[in-house]
């Protein structure tokens, strides 16, 4: 589980994140929404570790993402924006190169990395250096990565960025697939038709606080929008206008 509570980040005069709090538990697949400077990646950030909150707390699966960071980031598989892979190894190197960065034995790392090409469908291209991958491809390795040390919460920025609709689906069904064994998945992503179709809470964040979350159908009810597009629009404007 997730937690987010009373988080605050500056940098400098700019406000990014401010007083955001919700909770992504077990079992679901929770949508972190908002448009571009809403201060998602900064709170995406926050939660992989890489920036610390001026104010509030998060944590996984009760470890402090400051105060017990190893511990947090062990509990994570995190898709950022952008796979970041290294290019000059193999998608198979790079994917064996993190399962040891999180900690797995030696002993099972070859076995482990060879279940996550096979479930990803990358065996056509796991053994080529990844510079030169289209977008899918690099980020299907990306998630293999995330994915390697079966992490029990699931942080994915964008995940369907680059994928043709045949790796969509796969992805949609490896997604529900995860929320079935009991994973937490917070899934950021601007396509709001996967949204609609994967979460089942979701949290929109516009000008750094949150606007509105709870379950699809509740922020359907709350803006009075069927369609959960509009509702999105509904909300931010909502924000806009206080």
Known sequence: ???????????????????????????????????????????????????????????????????DALTARQRIGALPHGAGLYPHLTARENIAYYARLCGLHKSTVDDKVDDIVKLLEIDDFADRRTKGFSQGQRTKVALARALVHDPQNVILD????????????????????????????????????????????????AHGQVAIDGSVESIREQTGCDDLEDAFVAAIHRVESD
């Open 1 to 67: 589980m997730i937690e987010v509570k009373g988080v605050h980040k500056s940098f400098g005069k700019v406000r990014a994140v401010r007083d955001v709090s919700f909770v992504a538990p077990d079992g679901k697949v929770t949508g972190l929404l908002g448009p571009n400077g809403a201060g998602k990646s900064t709170l995406l950030r926050i939660l992989y570790t890489v920036l610390k909150p001026d104010a509030g707390c998060a944590s996984i699966d009760g470890a402090d993402v400051v105060t």
């Open 158 to 205: 964008e995940p369907s960025n680059g994928l043709d609709v045949m790796a969509m689906r796969s992805l949609r069904h490896l997604i529900l697939k995860l929320k079935d064994a009991g994973r937490c998945i917070l899934f950021s992503s601007h396509v709001m038709q996967e949204v609609a179709a994967l979460c089942d809470d979701i949290c929109i964040i």
